[in-house]
T-cell receptor, first 113, second 114 residues
Framework: EDQVTQSPEALRLQEGESSSLNCSYTVSGLRGLFWYRQDPGKGPEFLFTLYSAGEEKEKERLKATLTKKESFLHITAPKPEDSATYLCAVPDISSGSARQLTFGSGTQLTVLP | GAGVSQSPSNKVTEKGKDVELRCDPISGHTALYWYRQRLGQGLEFLIYFQGNSAPDKSGLPSDRFSAERTGESVSTLTIQRTQQEDSAVYLC????????????FGPGTRLTVL
């Protein structure tokens, strides 16, 4: 069974203190890895899709990278508005449609001013 | 343009009652998904619709759960004889189907079963 594990479960940073979130997966034949941001009381907001090992994508203070076994979400000089839960997900290729996503349980990031 | 919308935003019901949750996908998105998110946990896939094809119901937890979608428009998720363990946020997402693509989520319906 495909699994997606995120660490740490929670992370508290001071404003400006860079760090990384981890998403490890056990999927054969990865067909993409998705990163989402979720604010309290809202649905997940799409951030990035990574398709192959070595790929990197950036958006503002966030950079996502992918290896054959894991993905990292690097946060550079975070601000309080970056506080949210960050979710990663992979397509479940065991399903006939390969359209459903298997999500990790997320990393709750708090950036203190 | 408008994003995915869901209604109601909150629903409180008594154990044993039936509830119906609604999702309006982004116009032009042929794929629609329902997920469940329990407090402090990740999202669990429930069901997937693609155009007029038979839905992928592999994630529905029991026969008390059902969903319908007419064409490429509104979908409803129905939970019959609700139980306390059904309490969760129910999220709907839609996407283009041509390629495996990012899913756009609605704000969710928070269901509380007393």
């Amino acid at each position: 069974e495909d699994q997606v594990t995120q660490s740490p479960e929670a992370l508290r940073l001071q404003e400006g203190e860079s760090s990384s979130l981890n998403c490890s997966y056990t999927v054969s034949g990865l067909r993409g890895l998705f990163w989402y941001r979720q604010d309290p009381g809202k649905g997940p907001e799409f951030l990035f899709t990574l398709y192959s090992a070595g790929e990197e994508k950036e958006k503002e203070r966030l950079k996502a990278t992918l290896t054959k076994k894991e993905s990292f979400l690097h946060i550079t000089a975070p601000k309080p508005e970056d506080s949210a839960t960050y979710l990663c997900a992979v397509p479940d290729i065991s399903s006939g449609s390969a359209r459903q996503l298997t999500f990790g349980s997320g990393t709750q990031l708090t950036v203190l001013p | 343009g408008a994003g995915v919308s869901q209604s109601p935003s909150n629903k409180v019901t008594e154990k044993g009652k039936d509830v119906e949750l609604r999702c309006d996908p982004i116009s032009g998105h042929t794929a629609l998904y329902w997920y469940r998110q329990r407090l402090g946990q990740g999202l669990e896939f429930l069901i997937y619709f693609q155009g007029n094809s038979a839905p992928d119901k592999s994630g529905l937890p029991s026969d008390r759960f059902s969903a319908e979608r007419t064409g490429e428009s509104v979908s409803t998720l129905t939970i019959q004889r609700t139980q306390q363990e059904d309490s969760a946020v129910y999220l709907c997402a839609s996407s283009f189907s041509q390629v495996l693509n990012e899913q756009f989520f609605g704000p969710g319906t928070r269901l509380t079963v007393l």
